[in-house]
Nanobody
Framework: QVQFVESGGGLVQPGGSLRLSCAAS????????MSWFRQAPGNERELVAS????????NYTAPVKGRFTISRDNAKNTVYLQMNSLKPEDTAVYYC???????????WGQGTQVTVSS
């Protein structure tokens, strides 16, 4: 059974930082690309960043490029999203899934809420 458990969200002021974590199970993590997605109220879920299985290739959507960094620890089956210089428009529920530039599995975790507000 594929499972994703996201954590690390919270309330942060504009310009602040957060580090999200996603623990994955139910598939071979070390050979799977991974991605982060987000969904703001009233919007569709959108891709934020992707990382290849070995971590050597990454991709970011334009609004977060230069501010967010995706990374992974294959020994811990965990993918991370370091978010710096946060803006109110980054407010959303953040999810992870396997796949590069897409979601491989139809299963989703509960997500972690990120709220950027003063």
């Amino acid at each position: 059974q594929v499972q994703f458990v996201e954590s690390g969200g919270g309330l942060v002021q504009p310009g602040g930082s957060l580090r999200l974590s996603c623990a994955a199970s139910g598939f071979t993590f070390s050979t799977s690309s991974m991605s982060w997605f987000r969904q703001a109220p009233g919007n569709e879920r959108e891709l934020v960043a992707s990382i290849s299985s070995g971590g050597g290739l990454t991709n970011y959507t334009a609004p977060v490029k230069g501010r967010f960094t995706i990374s992974r620890d294959n020994a811990k089956n965990t993918v991370y999203l370091q978010m710096n210089s946060l803006k109110p428009e980054d407010t959303a529920v953040y999810y992870c899934n396997a796949g590069y530039l897409r979601a491989r599995w139809p299963d989703w975790g509960q997500g972690t809420q990120v709220t950027v507000s003063s």
